[in-house]
């Protein structure tokens, strides 16, 4: 079923002490999406993506993977699940089938099934080659494709990620983007970073967290295309400000001089058709009609620092 919603987290919150790592969170995934998880270190990614699998109980809250409940029936949930955490569980002195065909044990593949799982969780990796060797002697950007080998071992509708790109040169980093854009064909993907660009060029939808909360949620095309700021507006026969002020999805309006408006937009709307056309009504003389688009970088520092700030004061 297309849209259909894969993950379903309510209300997640969890606290160390008198820290509250992650704050109230919700979150959906569905089917075919790469959701980018952003946020700068200690936002709570790992926390969330640890409760998110299972591995961590949230002290309130509720996570469903497939409408079964993880707290309920935590082995049918975890089923539809892959996991790579942020420090890999790697056995150095096992051979790459060995640590794979254990991993696909452990995941309940059936014995028959063993080899078809192994071929293809290498060959989706890029492993085919490198079988025979010693997990502890592949380089760390291969430590890393055999990491993401072992979570989609068991082929879950799921996977999640977190920061797999940590500690790999830029070429490796390339990779593993290129691997994790190719795996998002045939899964659902929760990619955690704090490397703007990562989310950017992998991911289908990006949801900034900062202390522990959700600031921001959106598609990328949106983010793209989407969020205007100030708008500047150039008239050789301007109208009364109120005039543009009494325009749907106008906020506010400061005359620059010179014919010339800067209008803020009110959050989420686009007045620039509409401007356009009330020009062109009332004979204005429109000669420049221009807004700035924020980038996912500005929104992120805005975002991310505005709570920063908040939390100093
Ligand atoms: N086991 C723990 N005990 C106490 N505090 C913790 C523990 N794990 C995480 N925290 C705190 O919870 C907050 C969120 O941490 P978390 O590791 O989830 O963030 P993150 O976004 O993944 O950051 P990073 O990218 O640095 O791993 C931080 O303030 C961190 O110090």
Same mark, same amino acid.
């Given at each position: ?12 919150? %969890? =606290? ?12 959906? +995934?569905? /089917? ?8 700068? &270190? ?7 993506? /640890? ?5 961590? !109980? ?28 942020? *420090? ?48 502890? &002697? ?17 082929? #879950? ?14 070429? *490796? ?27 950017? !060029? ?16 959106? $598609? ?6 989407? =969020? ?9 026969? #301007? ?29 989420? $709307?686009?007045? =620039? ?7 062109? %009504?009332? &004979?204005?003389? +429109? ?15 805005? +975002? ?5 700030? =908040? !939390? !100093?004061?």
């Amino acid at each position: 079923m297309d849209n259909e919603v894969l993950i379903e987290a309510r209300a997640l919150t %969890r =606290r160390y002490g008198p820290t509250v790592a992650v704050d109230n969170l919700d979150l959906t +995934l569905r /089917k075919g999406e790469i959701l980018g998880l952003l946020g700068p &270190n200690g936002a709570g990614k790992s926390t969330t993506m /640890k409760m998110l699998t299972g591995n961590l !109980a949230p002290t309130s809250g509720e996570v469903f993977i497939k409408d079964v409940s993880l707290h309920e029936d935590p082995k049918a949930a975890k089923r539809h699940l892959g996991y790579l955490p942020e *420090q890999p569980p790697v056995y150095p002195e096992l051979t790459v089938d060995e640590y794979l065909r254990y991993c696909a044990a452990l995941h309940g593949v059936a014995k028959k099934a063993l080899d078809a799982a192994l071929d293809s969780a290498k060959r989706d990796c890029g492993l085919t080659d490198v079988g025979h060797r010693l997990v502890g &002697n592949l380089s760390k950007g291969y430590q890393q494709r055999v990491g993401i080998a072992q979570a989609i071992i068991h082929r #879950p509708p799921v996977v999640i990620l977190d920061e797999p790109t940590v500690g790999l040169d830029p070429i *490796q980093i390339r990779e593993i983007r290129k691997l994790i854009k190719d795996l998002g064909q045939n899964h659902s993907v929760i990619l955690s970073s704090h490397i703007l660009p990562e989310i950017q !060029a992998v991911c289908g939808r990006v949801m900034i967290v900062a202390r522990g909360r959700v600031v921001y949620n959106e $598609s990328l095309d949106v983010t793209r295309t989407g =969020r205007i700021g100030a708008i500047t507006i150039g008239l050789r026969r #301007p109208p009364e400000q109120a005039a543009l002020a009494a325009i749907a999805g106008v906020k506010t309006v400061s005359a620059l001089g010179n014919g010339l408006f800067r209008l803020e937009p009110e959050s989420g $709307s686009d007045p =620039r058709e509409a401007l356009a056309d009330a020009a062109a %009504r009332g &004979n204005w003389g +429109l000669y420049e009609l221009s807004a700035h688009t924020h980038t996912l970088e500005e929104i992120f520092v805005e +975002l991310t620092s505005r709570d920063e700030t =908040r !939390a !100093a004061a």
